[in-house]
């Protein structure tokens, strides 16, 4: 059984110029930063697909390796938390399959704890 993680936003304003530009830079850097090759990703779906008012969207299939949930969780969320400040004006609705992910304007996007590192390295014993 997997467990996705959903990303999207939502307003009447398409992107701006410095938008794209900085959405672009974004994924780049979630890209090369990413620490494993062989995992999904950061993924944005073709923005002309979803509602005339999605400007973005997109998912990312989470490891099945309880060792890598929480890296994976955390550079995700990281990235998807500044393509929420890039995008600004937008609802966003961000979801782990039913269950939503909390904002934080200081944090981000995150669950409580997902960033307590006994935890990462309890996790990573498994």
Do not use: N
């Amino acid at each position: 059984m997997s467990v996705s993680l959903y990303y999207s936003a939502i307003r009447a304003m398409p992107w701006t110029g410095a938008e794209t530009a900085a959405v672009e830079r974004i994924v780049a850097a979630h890209m090369s930063s990413f620490p494993y090759q062989d995992q999904e990703s950061l993924y944005l779906y073709d923005r002309y697909d979803g509602r005339p008012d999605e400007i973005l969207a997109g998912a990312t299939k989470l490891p099945l390796d309880p060792g890598r949930v929480l890296p994976v969780l955390d550079h995700v969320l990281g990235s998807v938390t500044e393509l929420r400040r890039a995008l600004p004006g937008a609802v966003w609705c961000v979801h782990m399959d039913d269950l939503d992910v909390p904002w934080d304007e200081t944090e981000g996007y995150a669950f409580p704890g997902m960033r307590d590192p006994d935890l990462a390295a309890e996790l990573g014993g498994l």
